[in-house]
């Protein structure tokens, strides 16, 4: 399956319940995005990303990729927001599932996953202030100091990173 060419036509190709329930998290997220993001398709699913004008390095897994903040998808079983924002910084996780607790929804969240079957599932105004808690400037400042500093090295000299399991055997094999 091609990846859809625009939010509206990946919102278009849901079924009319998925649709409802997605338009109305993309609607959360728009309206508490910090400035400086931008909405498109990302992975497959609707992104919301550090443009590559902002921050040119890009996604280390993908360079070509502008750097990920926020992501909402239709997966088989289920619904998912990722919250890619609260992945790293612990503090700010916390923060999140004790205000998710305290709505009384019960929270299914990887690390940066949450997966919801109904949008009565999901706490809107907990997910829309978490958005609204980090701008442009601090996650990319939270971004590269995660970085370790040999792929910070490797990035600086034009090397790619090993995308696959295969390609990093043959790299060591060369070795």
Known sequence: MTAPAS??????????????????????????LPKGYEEGIQY??????????????????????PLPFVALGAQKGHMSLHLMCVYGDEELRRWFADEYAKTGKKLDM?????????????ALDVVGTVIAKVPVATYVARYEAAIPAAT???RANGVKRATSAKSERSAKKRA
Do not use: W
């Open 110 to 122: 990887g690390k940066a996953c949450v997966r919801f079957k109904k949008l009565e599932d999901l």
């Open 7 to 32: 939010v509206d036509a990946y919102l278009a190709a849901l079924p009319a319940d998925r649709r409802t329930a997605l338009s109305r998290v993309r609607e959360v997220i728009r309206q508490n």
């Open 152 to 154: 910070k090295a490797k």
């Open 44 to 65: 497959g699913m609707i992104g919301y990303y550090v443009p590559r004008s902002l921050y040119p390095a890009g996604y280390h897994a993908n360079p070509k990729e």
